[in-house]
């Protein structure tokens, strides 16, 4: 009697057919299913597996419950409950690698929902598994994940906690076609087309921490968010270096040294509530436009006298776009890295607007490879989702030095020209007080076809201050004046007709700016202005790519 034979025997006889290899299908009348549901005993047995497996992935032991209480992290799925709204998650894979056990949804939860109303996906690491690991099914799950949001255009969230890869599993999810490194190859085809927002709570580690990098913002928790492509003990093996974890790739590290962290957060709501008000910022996709909202005044509006008028005196740009935007609605980008360059959203009678303003409070506002990358990245984001962009200079210039020039300034410095350059969105220069040599370059001067140069009355644009004109030119004349005197009266004079030279009321008669407005009236003109390029042409050059400088 064949196998499939005696299996209907004994069904039609009531009895429990077992198979050759051993394994016992059940009974109808033994099963809870059998009676309610049709009587088959394969399919109670298929329903009380997956019932299992799904139970597995839906509760938390005592013991992984503890662990995650001490480490003030919440369970995966309710991180996902704070990302979306109300019921409208719906999961794909959660019966992966199921048959293996122990191992409820491989790791990874994947799905999609609306946040605010709007579609999104996540992929979420579960560390109650594996310390979060990745298996073959964790990296299919997320390759999937990855496609569906190329296929659909849907914004990505990233839920990443996670040790990497299972050295088990490695010939399956490393090197293949479908392997890890599908995941960024399709993480780069999605930059710049759908909004890609990672929080990380947890470690990143190895390979697993391009995940966050090829993201468009990055939240850390502080105290639990680590990134690192090696681990300390691995650096104390190869390299003989000892260091500790948060010197490695600590949180605070990541976004005050790096730069390659964009937030902290305290725990894991907060980073989740940062990373749907960043959303609201953006669009859903590169070819819709930014939600709007409902328009406020600024909290506080600026007067004639917010700007000091001594170019010398350092003070808090962040006065400056306060007083621009709609009340308590700057969101910050990298505030703790380059501080000297501010940059972030804010929206204007409702409307996203992009901001990049020098912040002569740290560092004079001069301008380093480090502020050069920051403004780089943010003016490709506004590009990219068609948000305009406000540039507020206030800028000395490129920092000098040997140690500068060492660290490749002049090529990070030209990265951020090539990025106003390119930029086609609708532009503004408003040169607050001093835009001085390559600084206004880079701050979209005139000669990079803004919509419009607006100067402050206490605005000044120059190759370089007075006094460092003043003795470049006349060093030797300088020293050789021996009456102190007769020296000062003859610094001054030079720099009196140096000042003559690019009076403002000059270079607005010569029209290299377009308008001079008191900051009273700077909002005002602003919003006018942005009304009027809503239709500006998008195209800069036709060609297959750039080859920006790096």
């Given at each position: 009697?064949?196998?499939?034979?005696?299996?209907?025997?004994?069904?039609?006889?009531?009895?429990?057919?077992?198979?050759?290899?051993?394994?016992d299908?059940?009974?109808?009348?033994?099963?809870?299913y059998?009676?309610?549901?049709?009587?088959?005993?394969?399919v109670?047995?298929?329903r009380?597996?997956?019932?299992?497996?799904?139970?597995?992935?839906q509760?938390?032991?005592?013991k992984?419950?503890?662990?995650?209480?001490?480490?003030?992290?919440?369970?995966?799925?309710?991180?996902i409950?704070?990302?979306?709204?109300?019921?409208?998650?719906?999961?794909?894979?959660?019966?992966?690698?199921?048959?293996?056990?122990?191992?409820?949804?491989?790791?990874?939860v994947?799905?999609r929902?609306?946040?605010?109303?709007?579609?999104?996906?996540?992929?979420?690491?579960?560390?109650?598994?594996?310390?979060?690991?990745?298996?073959?099914r964790t990296?299919?799950?997320?390759?999937?994940?990855?496609?569906?949001?190329?296929?659909?255009?849907?914004?990505?969230?990233?839920f990443?906690?996670?040790a990497?890869a299972?050295?088990?599993?490695q010939?399956?999810?490393?090197?293949?076609?479908?392997?890890?490194?599908?995941?960024?190859?399709?993480?780069?085809?999605?930059?710049?087309?759908?909004?890609?927002?990672?929080?990380?709570?947890?470690?990143?580690?190895?390979?697993?921490?391009?995940?966050?990098?090829?993201?468009d913002?990055?939240?850390?928790v502080?105290?639990?968010?680590?990134?690192?492509?090696?681990?300390?003990?691995?650096?104390?093996?190869?390299?003989?270096?000892?260091?500790?974890?948060?010197?490695?790739?600590?949180?605070?590290?990541?976004?005050?040294?790096?730069?390659?962290?964009?937030?902290?957060?305290?725990?894991?709501?907060?980073?989740?509530?940062?990373?749907?008000?960043?959303?609201?910022?953006?669009?859903?996709?590169?070819?819709?436009?930014?939600?709007?909202?409902?328009?406020?005044?600024?909290?506080?509006?600026?007067?004639?006298?917010t700007?000091?008028?001594?170019?010398s005196?350092p003070?808090?740009?962040?006065?400056?776009?306060?007083?621009?935007?709609?009340?308590?609605?700057?969101?910050?980008?990298?505030?703790?890295?380059?501080p000297?360059?501010v940059?972030?959203?804010?929206?204007?009678?409702?409307r996203?607007?992009g901001?990049?303003?020098?912040?002569?409070?740290?560092?004079?506002?001069?301008?380093?490879?480090?502020?050069?990358?920051?403004?780089?990245?943010?003016?490709?984001?506004?590009d990219?989702?068609?948000?305009?962009?406000?540039?507020?200079?206030?800028?000395?210039?490129?920092?000098?030095?040997?140690?500068v020039?060492?660290?490749?300034?002049?090529?990070?410095?030209?990265?951020?020209?090539?990025?106003?350059?390119?930029a086609?969105?609708?532009?503004?220069?408003?040169?607050?007080?001093?835009?001085?040599?390559?600084?206004?370059?880079a701050m979209?001067?005139?000669?990079?076809?803004?919509?419009?140069t607006i100067?402050?009355?206490?605005?000044?644009?120059?190759?370089?201050g007075?006094?460092?004109?003043?003795?470049?030119v006349?060093?030797?004349?300088?020293?050789?004046?021996?009456?102190?005197?007769?020296?000062?009266?003859?610094?001054?004079?030079?720099?009196?007709?140096?000042?003559?030279?690019?009076?403002?009321?000059?270079?607005?008669?010569?029209?290299?700016?377009?308008?001079?407005?008191?900051?009273s009236?700077?909002?005002?003109?602003?919003?006018?202005?942005?009304?009027y390029?809503?239709?500006?042409?998008r195209?800069?050059?036709?060609?297959?790519?750039?080859?920006?400088?790096v």
């Amino acid at each position: 009697m064949s196998n499939e034979a005696g299996r209907v025997a004994e069904e039609r006889s009531g009895g429990a057919y077992r198979d050759p290899d051993g394994l016992d299908t059940g009974s109808p009348s033994g099963s809870p299913y059998s009676t309610t549901l049709g009587g088959d005993p394969r399919v109670a047995d298929v329903r009380e597996r997956l019932a299992a497996a799904r139970e597995a992935s839906q509760t938390l032991s005592d013991k992984a419950r503890a662990k995650l209480d001490s480490q003030n992290k919440l369970y995966v799925r309710d991180r996902i409950a704070l990302l979306f709204d109300e019921g409208s998650f719906i999961e794909d894979g959660r019966y992966a690698n199921s048959v293996a056990g122990n191992l409820p949804a491989d790791g990874v939860v994947t799905g999609r929902g609306t946040v605010d109303g709007r579609p999104a996906i996540v992929v979420a690491n579960d560390p109650t598994v594996k310390a979060g690991s990745w298996g073959a099914r964790t990296v299919e799950k997320i390759v999937r994940a990855t496609e569906s949001a190329l296929r659909e255009e849907l914004p990505i969230f990233w839920f990443v906690d996670s040790a990497g890869a299972r050295i088990t599993d490695q010939v399956q999810l490393f090197p293949g076609r479908r392997g890890a490194g599908r995941i960024f190859h399709n993480q780069v085809a999605l930059s710049g087309k759908v909004p890609q927002i990672c929080c990380l709570f947890g470690p990143s580690a190895a390979g697993g921490a391009y995940i966050p990098s090829f993201t468009d913002v990055l939240i850390m928790v502080e105290g639990n968010a680590s990134m690192y492509l090696g681990s300390p003990r691995m650096a104390e093996m190869v390299v003989g270096e000892k260091v500790s974890l948060e010197e490695m790739g600590g949180a605070r590290m990541h976004c005050t040294v790096s730069g390659v962290g964009d937030l902290l957060a305290e725990d894991d709501p907060e980073a989740i509530e940062l990373a749907k008000l960043f959303f609201s910022y953006l669009p859903s996709t590169w070819r819709d436009e930014p939600p709007t909202y409902i328009a406020e005044e600024p909290e506080v509006a600026l007067t004639d006298t917010t700007v000091p008028e001594i170019e010398s005196q350092p003070f808090d740009i962040h006065e400056v776009i306060d007083g621009l935007v709609d009340d308590d609605s700057f969101f910050e980008i990298k505030p703790l890295f380059a501080p000297e360059l501010v940059v972030g959203f804010g929206r204007m009678d409702g409307r996203t607007v992009g901001f990049v303003a020098n912040n002569s409070a740290a560092k004079g506002g001069v301008l380093f490879t480090d502020s050069a990358d920051k403004a780089t990245r943010f003016i490709w984001m506004c590009d990219a989702y068609s948000i305009p962009l406000i540039y507020l200079a206030d800028v000395p210039g490129f920092m000098i030095g040997s140690e500068v020039e060492r660290g490749g300034i002049i090529r990070h410095g030209a990265k951020m020209v090539s990025a106003v350059s390119e930029a086609t969105v609708p532009q503004f220069c408003v040169v607050v007080r001093k835009a001085y040599g390559a600084g206004l370059y880079a701050m979209c001067g005139p000669g990079f076809g803004p919509d419009a140069t607006i100067a402050l009355p206490t605005a000044r644009i120059a190759v370089m201050g007075p006094e460092a004109a003043v003795n470049a030119v006349y060093a030797g004349k300088i020293a050789a004046i021996e009456d102190d005197t007769e020296r000062a009266e003859f610094v001054q004079a030079r720099r009196d007709e140096y000042l003559e030279d690019v009076d403002l009321e000059r270079l607005a008669s010569d029209l290299v700016i377009d308008t001079v407005v008191e900051a009273s009236d700077l909002r005002a003109d602003l919003l006018r202005r942005l009304s009027y390029a809503a239709r500006r042409d998008r195209s800069f050059s036709e060609r297959r790519r750039a080859i920006p400088p790096v």
